[in-house]
């Protein structure tokens, strides 16, 4: 008996707990909806390359190992990621971000070299290109190309040198990618190669 009175007691307090929870839900869609929105945009924001081959050839001595200044550092692509290889090569892609009235991710080609078991020789040796991110509803103008191209080496060189060098000796940097230039550019080479073989033929 008094488990039948017990029952609409408990049907009620269910149903107020589902109104709760679909409440709750209609309060979480709008926001959830909204962060949603902004992930999709800052994915599919427009990017150009543009291509500098700007000469920099400026050398810093580290007071680091070679092999500490490669750990320093995290592998854009997973097959850089090897040791063995990056200690005995001196050629390197270092990748980086600059930004000023604009954002700019920049592509640089580097040698690193052991002076001894204390010091290493990096050298930037030239900017390769960068990449702009437009706005989403202009895109990538034609000021902001010609923005990244009136940016001069002595300015790239004071980036660098300001973010990176000293973070690197202290081991505490962030922001800073390499490749292997040896085995990106033959990972590049099979992946055209790859993409040609996989094009019927007519």
Not at 18 to 33: A, C, E, G, N, W
């Amino acid at each position: 008996m008094y488990t039948l009175l017990i029952l609409p007691l408990s049907f009620s307090y269910f149903e107020k707990q589902l109104s709760v929870k679909q409440r709750t839900r209609h309060y979480l869609t709008f926001p959830l909806s909204i962060i949603s929105l902004f992930a999709i945009w800052a994915t599919t924001l427009p990017r150009e390359k543009v291509v500098l081959d700007l000469p920099i050839n400026e050398e810093y001595v580290l007071h680091i190992s070679k092999t500490d200044l490669i750990n320093s550092m995290k592998a854009q692509h997973g097959y850089s990621d090897t040791l063995k290889k990056n200690i005995v090569d001196s050629l390197f892609y270092l990748y980086f971000d600059y930004t000023d009235d604009s954002h700019l991710d920049v592509t640089a080609l580097s040698s690193i070299t052991q002076i001894d078991s204390t010091k290493t020789q990096l050298r930037l040796v030239k900017i390769l290109h960068v990449y702009i991110t437009g706005n989403l509803f202009s895109g990538v103008t034609k000021d902001d190309i010609e923005h990244a191209q009136s940016i001069s080496a002595k300015e790239f060189n004071i980036h660098f040198e300001t973010n990176f060098v000293e973070p690197l000796e202290n081991r505490k940097v962030n922001h800073l990618y390499y490749d292997n230039k040896e085995m990106f550019d033959l990972n590049s080479k099979n992946t055209v190669q790859r993409t040609k073989q996989s094009k019927p033929t007519s």
